[in-house]
């Protein structure tokens, strides 16, 4: 029967043990029972903290090493695709290679990288110390300073080919000066395609019509007994045990210095020249013959590592495109005394008895030549 009532009773019993308990509590707050089990509480938390501090390390290193192994697996996968991008020039320029000789075989007009402006000469200027060509176009057509200019001729084995002339050095509206190669201030890097052969080309070989290398590798043999008689170079090649002699080859543009595009034709290796120290030097022929060009091609390419930095307002002007070699200083003079001295009806020279004062004016070039 007690039980029975209790049951009945049990939310307000449970109520009032809940009250009892705390005023207990606050009243008792400092017993050592209390005190034990806060202390047991602290002493749990410390141990709670230092066990996830030792599993977030575990955690933390885990996480570590996984990256690090993300890291290696994309090294190596962007060393070999650097690898394949070693290989890419390689594959590319033989694949130019075989592209240009298919085009050659299949008779393919060759395709070019830059713009072009056919020009006809006015007058080729070979009879001086310092050589220029004169052309018809000029600034007006879009003609700059350093371009390089190129004609078409024949290589030794008598193909036609679009081999190099020069380079401009001044224009005006209406005509451009060429620096021929073989002018004594010209200066340029060659190269062969095959061969590790370089080499400086000069102007300034202290022959007419051909041009100079300079710094040519002392172990490349140059032996005269493969030249041929074909009058632009040799008619074959011989090759010796000991190395690859490079009389008869042909010399190309290398580029390096970005005037002039790579792999224009410009002559042929004809003889050695004098040592210097302990490079070895040749004389170049030219493809071109300057004494018979009638027209050439201007390539409409500004130099590659001066395009940007180039300033406009200094590009080379002239105020006399022909530099005087079209005049003729005697005809000038006597014109000038038929001006000033007419002849007489009768057709004879007037007799003067004033003695003849020695000229002041200063000779011209053409009068020094």
């Not at 390689?90 to 070019?112: G, H, P, T, W």
């Not at 060509?133 to 879009?142: A, F, L, N, R």
């Not at 030097?281 to 060009?293: H, Q, V």
């Not at 390419?301 to 200083?329: A, D, M, R, S, V």
């Amino acid at each position: 029967m007690l039980w029975f009532q209790l049951s009945r009773s049990k939310e307000t019993l449970s109520l009032l043990f809940c009250i009892l308990f705390s005023v207990f509590s606050l009243t008792f707050r400092s017993n050592v029972i209390v005190r034990g089990i806060a202390s047991f509480q602290r002493v749990g938390d410390v141990v709670s903290g230092s066990i996830d501090s030792f599993g977030g390390f575990f955690k933390g290193a885990y996480n570590k090493l996984e990256s690090f192994e993300t890291i290696r697996k994309e090294r190596d996968s962007c060393v070999a695709v650097m690898e394949d991008y070693k290989l890419l020039p390689q594959d590319l320029e033989k694949a130019n290679r075989e592209n240009d000789f298919l085009r050659k075989e299949l008779r393919f007009q060759s395709r070019q990288k830059y713009a072009s402006l056919k020009a006809e000469v006015l007058s080729v200027r070979l009879n001086s110390i310092y050589r220029t060509i004169i052309i018809d176009k000029g600034s007006d057509s879009g003609i700059k300073p350093y371009m390089p200019v190129t004609a078409r001729t024949v290589d030794q084995k008598g193909a036609i080919i679009e081999a190099l002339v020069g380079k401009v050095i001044a224009v005006t509206g209406g005509s451009a000066v060429v620096q021929p190669l073989i002018n004594s201030n010209f200066n340029m890097g060659v190269s062969m395609p095959d061969t590790n052969l370089w080499a400086n080309l000069s102007g300034n070989s202290g022959r007419g019509t051909e041009a100079l290398l300079n710094y040519i590798d002392s172990g490349i043999i140059i032996d005269p007994r493969v030249f041929g008689e074909y009058p632009m170079g040799p008619s074959e090649m011989i090759q010796y045990t000991e190395s690859l002699s490079k009389i008869g080859k042909s010399v190309y543009t290398s580029g390096g210095g970005g005037v002039f595009p790579t792999g224009i034709p410009v002559g042929i290796i004809t003889e050695e020249g004098q040592r210097n120290g302990s490079f070895k030097s040749a004389y170049l022929k030219p493809f071109i013959r300057f004494e018979m060009l009638e027209s050439v091609t201007v390539i409409l390419k500004l130099p590659e590592k001066w395009l940007e930095t180039w300033p406009e307002g200094q590009n080379i002007t002239i105020e006399n495109p022909y530099f005087g070699e079209l005049n003729f200083p005697g005809e000038d003079r006597s014109k000038e005394n038929q001006t000033k001295n007419p002849l007489p009806p009768n057709g004879n020279q007037p007799q003067t008895n004033a003695p003849k004062s020695p000229s002041t004016s200063v000779p011209s070039e053409e009068d020094l030549q």
